[in-house]
């Protein structure tokens, strides 16, 4: 038998992967491949290429060696490059010119590398773990892939045409469900990762855990156990961010998930306890429902409680319609696991759950990075402070992304990313998040822009605002689903526009269009002004604007 050891895996989903990838080599008769062990055991026939069994593994985007090579790495383009630069010591920061080391591998510091390189630099991105970090992984793409899914078998099972449709409720296959999400996630890692690296001769990856030496240069302690000094002329920190865990007593001693054991779960239990009320919560909340779990929500506050509360209003009445239990102001005093079911303690009384998931916000990851010998300070959540130029307190040392005390989305991350890159190599670029838009993927969905009128109020500006609700949207009207609002904010006196709610089944497709009229700094009758096509839901926009002027009941359907 032949024996790989392989890196990057991160559920069994990914060792089915690797083992097709496997067998599908000419002289492998067989293959074992085990996610817990991280290595794979083979069948083969005399001759088979060593070399071939490796690029099929890393044709997914993982890393594969013989379990009885000293060197991990096999020879050949980017990875031998790494090779000869640990052997030989720090090349990289004595070939001229300046190099930038990148810590992490996400949206923050992929964005920062390619335009580092893309204006002379080179670069050195270190990776403790998997290639493309939180989003691509165990993050966006994996939730949104699951959401899909349980939205279509919502439909199967009930819609507003079921009058003239009939509704078949379908059988939930949730390992073949695991299967086709991690196959997605695999390809994308690799196509907008793994493979861009490999052909970037300007970028070399390092796999290991960095910490700072000094302001200058990191130790990085490589997979294989070795530690290696990279000096550098500037630094990025792009080290993202982990579940948090509330101090709940007794919850630390059992099997609870985060969203990211959640999410490859290749079971769906009959009793789902949320602890959480925010994006992550509900997202994977009314996911797991309509996969046919019976769930339960114990938000300390209420849904959504930092937004306009119409927002968290609207999505528990819609979550309780689908039978959701949505218990306000909820908290578990204590949390134990006995004879394989959860037992919770809360002020409501007691909650007994199949399964447990925790989706209480995420802690930046900065504990192990030995900051204090930087000089980069963080706040008291451990999230590195920095400025709009993604400059920390420390000379020639950034940061980006959900390490930060920025907004944690991806797409924050992948712009401070390239921002901090411009000026890394001598540009003066900032980031500005006064429209930066948010969406949660609950149906209906959640989006907002700019202000709240509260968050106005805070920062001393009237406001006036209008609520348009869905009933007087033809798009909606058509679909017959009216549930939800679209609400404008405008500044009184100028009438521009600050801020846009939205709860619609394509709220996340319309915000940019507000976005956009903030950043244009619209005003309410300009945006009421116009061409919207009809029936699209962004037309909403319109009828919401032109609400501040008119009576829009009074109007024809699409009259302008």
Known sequence: MTELKINGMTCDACAVHVKQALESVPGVQSAE?????????????????????????????????????????????????????VAGGDKASHDGGLHIAVIGSGGAAMAAALKAVERGARVTLIERGTIGGTCVNVGCVPSKIMIRAAHIAHLRRESPFDGGLQANAPVVLRERLLVQQQARVDALRYAKYESI????????????????KDGHSLFVRLI??????????????????????????????????????ALVSDTIPARLAVIGSSVVAVELAQAFARLGAKVTILARSTLFSREDPAIGETVTAAFRAEGIEVLDHAQASQVAHMDGEFVL?????????????????????????????SGVTVDKQGAIEIDPGMRTSAPDIYASGDCTDQPQFVYVAAAAGTRAAINMTGGNAALDLTAMPAVAFTDPQVATVGLSEQAAHDAGIETDSRTLTLDNVPRALANFDTRGFIKLVIEEGSHRLIGVQAVAPE??????????????????????????????????????????????????????
């Open 197 to 212: 690296l490999d052909g970037n001769p300007a970028i070399t990856r390092l796999a290991g855990e960095a910490r700072f």
């Open 33 to 85: 491949v085990s996610y817990a062990k991280g290595s794979a055991r083979l069948a083969i026939a005399g001759g088979t290429s060593p070399e071939a069994l490796i690029a099929a593994v890393a044709g997914l985007g993982y890393r594969a060696a013989l379990a009885d090579a000293s060197d991990p790495l096999p020879k050949g383009g980017r990875l031998d490059r790494a090779r000869d630069w």
């Open 507 to 560: 709220a996340g497709e319309l915000i940019q269009t507000a976005a956009l009229a903030i950043r244009a700094r619209m005003t309410a009758q300009e945006l009421a002004e116009q061409l919207f096509p009809y029936l699209t839901m962004v037309e909403g926009l319109k009828l919401a604007a032109q609400t501040f002027s008119k009576d829009v009941k009074q109007l024809s359907c699409c009259a302008g």
């Open 345 to 373: 303690n809360t002020n409501q009384g007691e909650l007994r759950a199949d399964r447990l998931l925790v989706a209480t916000g995420r802690t930046p990851n900065t504990n192990s990075l030995n900051l204090e010998a």
């Open 224 to 261: 294989e156990g070795r530690e290696h000094v990279v000096s550098f002329d500037r630094c990025l920190i792009a080290t993202g961010a982990g579940a948090a865990v509330p101090p709940i007593p007794g919850l630390r001693d059992t099997p609870y998930w985060t969203s990211t054991e």
